[in-house]
Every structure is written in C-alpha cells, then in structure tokens.
C-alpha cells in the first residue's frame, strides 16, 4: 500500500472521515432500511446541518466557487447515463430486460448496426455510468464504440436503474434478498440472450470489471452452456480468492461480519449506500477544483482502493462520487466478507442447518471454475487494495482457458484506476483490444480452416457417392430429384438418371434400390456432419495463448 511520505494524508484522511459520517447520517434518513433510527431524526438532522455549516465555513470561496466549476463537470455529475452519451455525440439505447426470478434490469446501449457487440459490466456499487463518466477520451465504451463495436453496458440488480420488479416494491426487505450469486444464475444470463437476441450474432465478447467478473465466473459455473455464447471474457480487477485483501477498512469490518451481520439484520438494513440528491448535490460543492475539501474526496477513494494521485483527475471527482456509489444490497457484501473470511469462492453460507437443506452439506460448495471454457484475459495491479496478486495466481490456475494474464506497469496502479485512471488507455485498455482482435482472428482462422475441411469432405463424399452409383446394379433408374451437394456451393445439382453395370457385392439385392440409395447418400452426408464437428472440437482445443 502506497501512501505519502508527509503526514497530510493523516489530515486529509481524518477529512474523509467527517464526510463518511455526513453521508452515513444522510442515508439514515427516509429509505425505509433504516426508520429504526427515526427517534433520533431530529439530532442527527442538526448534527448534519452542523457538518454542513463545517465543510462550508472551512473554504471562504466553497460557495462561490461552485458557480465557477466547468460546466461540462457540473452537467456530467447529474445526467444520467443515456443523456451522458448522447451529449457527446453518440448515439444511445435504454433497454428493458426481465430477469427469471422478476427483477427489472436497464441496460443502455451505444448502438452499431451489425457490429460484433460487447457486454460491459461494472463492480458493486457502480452503474453502467462508469464506462463512460471520464468522456470519449478516456471512457472505455466510447473506445470501443470508435473502434466498430456494437457497446452494450448492463446494470446488476439493486443499483439506481434496476431497481424495480414485477411483484416486490424496492422497500421490501424482500426485494434485497440477493447476493451477487443471483446477478450471475438470472442477470447476466437474461443480458445476454437478450443482446444476442437484438443482434442476431451468436456469441459476444465480455468485459468485466471487480464484481463484474465475480458473477461471470457464478454464470459459467452454474449454467456451462454459455460459455459458447462468449467470444472472450475480460476480467478488470477479477474477484475470486480476497481472503488475502489488503485493504484496511474490510479487513477490519471482516473481524466484526458475525456481529455485522446479526446487526443488519435485526435492525432490517438491506440496502447498502443509495445513490441520492445529496450525495450527487455534495459531491459537486466538496469536491470541485477550488474547494479545500477536494483531498476529502480523493482520499475516500484512496482508503477503498489504494493510493494513486498521479492517476487521478481531481477535476472528474464531483463526476465519479455523484455516479458512485449507486447501491447494493448488505447480503451482497455480506457474502464477499464470507468469502474473505472463508478463502473460498464459494456459495453464500446459510448456516449449519440451511447448508443443508439447500446445498445438501453443512458447508456452501465452491463455484466451479473449471466450467468456465471461455478465452480469458486477467488484467490485475500490485496496488489494488481489493485484489491481491497472489488471489489472481490461484484464479489463473483455476480457469482452463487463460489466453492473458497481465500485471499492469505501475507500481501504484489500483483497483479505480482500471475504469478512470489518466492513462488507463496505454496502460490496460490498448492491450485489452489486442486480445479482443486475437480471438477474433483465431476465430476467423479456426473458421476459414474447418470450411476448407469441409470442402475437402464434400469432394471425397461425393466421389465416393459416385462411384456407388456407378457400380448400381443394370437397369437401375434414380428416383427423380435425387441431388447431390456441390462442395463450392453447397448448391444441389440433379444425378445421372440410369446407370448399367455389374451389381456390386457390397450393395444388397433386396428391397426398392432406389430408397436404398437415398439412405446410403443421407449416411455419407452425416458422417461427414460428424467429421466437421470432430475437427471443430479440436481446432477449438488449441486455443491462442498468451
């Protein structure tokens, strides 16, 4: 972990703090998770008022300086994500997907008509926003939309465009009683036949990033059959093993998930840091350019996911904290502290008894990586807090079809620094597109070669039928229609309508000759169906590496 060699970052930490408890008081306000701390709503709005009048009274220029913020910053800060992208040019899709067990998904698009699609997925607490919030030059979305991809970004359950469901109100506690396992078996599932559906393309590229990856790796392991719907997975920070997280702050509420959780749930918290008005209204006054507090900002950042101030563009910071956080559910983050605690990736854990009326054991079982047959690409970080290098070693030896794995040149490269660092173009996102074009290109190899088989098959089955033909037995007259496939065109052309010649000894004499023939031509055609598939199978083993 890399922090600065002064002691202002002490200074600035304990600022981070104060804001930390601003925002937590606000969120103990109206959302119904929270009414158990109503008998105080009266002290804790005026010891929100207090920290208020704080953070104003402590930068002489706060208020007017806030007029003064570019505008781009203050308007990107409160559009949401389609009107973001259209406001640079692009043009923007909002999509309704229904998920199996009812929950209502929105997934926003940067559309291309006949492009090969690419599914985004972000990390908890985050939206669809995240690919796109630091502008064309920098935003992966648009990087991929410029280079000819149809860009698809999806939005898990829980955050502030997919909170909606067919039955339960997002007040229930009911509607929170999900981890990032249900995002894996119904979300990303229900994203994906859904965009293939639109594009009428078989399969899709992937990219994911933290939580992104998690619920790819659940999709793989619970329903195998998707992984030939994906062209290649890409995993930005990938979460498995983060039992060796270094992390302070979760190592600490770690120690403390018993008690944590049992806390939750008796006071029924289930949702975990809205996105709201205040935070998008404070994140614009504290954090700007000309604000004192600005450090505040950068450095709730830093605590979460590792110091890195040269990477960070502190003009952008009233964009990233009005966008993120955006909501999440406490189960989620309840089961990534049993995975912590555990050193599995495994199921949720129930308890004793549930274990076993669920998974059939005491114990969850562990997700199943050897299911996840998909090219894949690691890109991880010495510095990220969240993800430790040692966690990626067992994940890459884990997963049978690693074509990348790829520690990123920075000493001090974290976890953030994947979707919003300055340079995260030449640092992660150049390569990323190598290896995106590498498997196309080997699927077009693999392709060009199992055509070229074919057309070899289609002449030797078609000799081979000839030359039955030629030895039929005399007087022998082909049922009219009877076609042979051309190899070059797959094209049928009419037989030779009689033939007269000795009667072969591998041919029977008994019944209608001509049906005979017909089944010997359809048994040649299957056999041959059969060969292509065996070569496929191989041609698909000897994937690119590396």
């Known amino acids: 972990m890399f922090w600065p060699s002064d002691n202002s970052w002490r200074r600035r930490l304990l600022c981070s703090l104060l804001l930390h408890c601003l925002i937590a008081l606000q969120n103990c306000g109206p959302a ?7 008998p105080f709503s009266y002290t804790s709005l005026s010891f929100k008022n207090l920290l208020n009048s704080v953070l104003l009274s402590s930068n002489a220029n706060l208020a007017g300086a806030g007029r003064n913020l570019k505008s781009d910053v203050l308007e990107d800060a409160s559009l949401i994500t389609p009107k973001l992208i259209r406001k640079y040019g692009y043009p923007s899709e909002t999509h309704t997907i229904y998920t ?25 607490l985050d939206t669809s926003a995240t690919w796109v919030l630091m502008g064309p030059k920098s935003g992966l979305g ?6 000819g991809y149809d860009v698809w970004m999806g939005n898990s359950r829980g955050n502030r465009y997919s909170k909606n469901h067919t039955s339960l109100n997002s007040d229930y506690q009911e509607f929170w009683d999900f981890t990032f396992h249900e995002m894996g078996k119904y979300d990303l599932p229900a ?4 965009i293939l559906s639109k594009t009428g393309y ?19 392991s619970e329903q195998p059959a998707y992984s030939q719907k994906i062209l290649s997975m890409h995993a930005l920070a990938p979460i498995a093993y983060i039992h060796d997280m270094k992390s302070p702050l979760f190592r600490t509420l770690v120690l403390f998930l018993d008690f944590l959780t049992a806390a939750t749930r008796m006071l029924r918290i289930t949702e975990f840091m809205p996105n709201t008005k205040f935070l998008v209204d404070h994140s ?31 003009t952008m910071l009233p964009v990233m904290l009005s966008h993120t956080p955006s909501g999440a559910s406490i189960k989620q983050l309840e089961h990534f502290g049993q995975l912590m605690k555990s050193g599995h990736f495994r199921k949720f854990d129930r308890g004793y008894l549930r274990n076993q009326l669920e998974y059939n054991r005491i114990t969850p079982p562990d997700y199943d990586l050897s299911r996840v047959k998909v090219p894949v690409a690691l890109y ?12 990626v070693d067992r994940l890459a030896r884990e997963l049978p079809n690693v074509v990348d794995k790829y520690l990123v040149p920075m000493e001090r490269f974290n976890h953030l ?48 039928i000839q030359n039955q033909i030629q030895n039929l037995p005399p007087n022998v007259h082909l049922p009219h229609g009877l076609m042979m496939l051309n190899p070059t065109t797959a094209a049928a052309t009419p037989a030779t309508t009689t033939t007269t010649v000795t009667t072969p000894a591998t041919i029977e004499t008994t019944g209608t000759t001509e049906e005979r023939i017909e089944e010997r031509i359809q048994d040649e055609i299957v056999n041959q169906e059969d060969d292509a598939e065996v070569l496929a199978t191989t041609l698909s083993s000897d994937m690119i590496t590396a």
């Not at 648009?142 to 280079?147: C, G, I, Q, T």
């Open 32 to 38: 119904n998770a929270f009414t158990i701390l109503s």
């Open 284 to 314: 614009q006054v504290v954090c700007h350019d000309n604000a004192m507090t600005q450090d505040v900002c950068s450095n709730i950042l830093f605590l979460v996911a590792g110091y890195n101030s040269e990477q960070l563009n502190k």
């Open 142 to 147: 648009y990087m991929l939309s410029d280079l």
């Open 191 to 194: 994203n994906i036949d859904y």
């Open 380 to 391: 991880y970080s010495v510095n990220d807090l969240l993800v430790s290098t040692t966690g």
């Open 417 to 464: 620094d994947f979707l919003w660092a300055i340079d995260v173009k030449p640092l992660v996102y150049n390569r990323l597109v190598r290896n995106i074009r590498r498997v196309e290109n080997h699927k077009a190899k693999l392709t060009a070669n199992l055509a070229q088989y074919l057309a070899m098959q289609f002449q030797k089955r078609q000799q081979t």
């Open 202 to 220: 078989e399969q899709l590229h992937y990219i994911g990033h933290s939580q992104g990856t998690a619920i790819f790796w659940v999709l793989c």
């Open 100 to 124: 199996k067990d009812g929950y209502i998904l929105e997934m926003h698009r940067i559309p291309k008509k006949g492009a090969q699609p690419v599914l985004l997925m972000h990390g908890i």
